[in-house]
T-cell receptor
């Protein structure tokens, strides 16, 4: 079946540090891949997405590349800010209308 | 994309009562989704609601506990019935206007005492 595995958090970084949050998936065919972000006390916001192999999604300085050979969609940012502190969810959609979410990774950025 | 609002934003309820959550979208959409996010957990799909038909529930969720209405293409309600403390969660609705990306509302934070 379809599934998403994310690295466990919390991830704790100092401001301006490099961020990587690992995400791998299991799916048949060619799923679409997503990163959503949930800021404290808020709902989910779409951060970025990629719909086919080697696509790179990017937004607000965050990037993720759809790697079919490693079934991965790792989230990266070159220099994090305190305002990036949130929970990040990796998700996939595989030719259905359903989203399969990972468990979420909490990021804490300190000044 | 889509702009989604939910009411109420939060509520504290007594066990045994019911709460109806509203979800309003700024454009017509075919499918709306309801999710539950238990404290510190990821999102779990409760059901998919299409206008003019019965909602489709995921394994572990039943209509008697979570009745859903979808009277038109911009609105849906989810009722949490006969609540217990285990129902304390964030309930989120989402839409997929172009059948390739889901957009979420701000969520309803429910606490059951």
């Amino acid at each position: 079946g379809n599934s998403v595995t994310q690295m466990e958090g919390p991830v704790t970084l100092s401001e301006e540090a490099f961020l990587t949050i690992n995400c791998t998936y299991t799916a048949t065919g060619y799923p679409s891949l997503f990163w959503y972000v949930q800021y404290p006390g808020e709902g989910l916001q779409l951060l970025l997405k990629a719909t086919k192999a080697d696509d790179k999604g990017s937004n607000k300085g965050f990037e993720a590349t759809y790697r079919k050979e490693t079934t991965s969609f790792h989230l990266e940012k070159g220099s994090v800010q305190v305002s990036d502190s949130a929970v990040y969810f990796c998700a996939l959609s595989n030719n259905t209308d359903k989203l399969i979410f990972g468990t979420g990774t909490r990021l804490q950025v300190f000044p | 994309s889509a702009v989604i609002s939910q009411k109420p934003s939060r509520d504290i309820c007594q066990r045994g009562t019911s709460l109806t959550i509203q979800c309003q979208v700024d454009s017509q959409v075919t499918m709306m989704f309801w999710y539950r996010q238990q404290p510190g957990q990821s999102l779990t799909l409760i059901a998919t609601a299409n206008q003019g038909s019965e909602a489709t529930y995921e394994s572990g969720f039943v209509i008697d506990k979570f009745p859903i209405s979808r009277p038109n293409l911009t609105f849906s309600t989810l009722t949490v019935s006969n609540m217990s403390p285990e129902d304390s969660s964030i309930y989120l609705c989402s839409v997929d206007p172009s059948r390739d990306t889901q957009y979420f509302g701000p969520g309803t934070r429910l606490t059951v005492l």
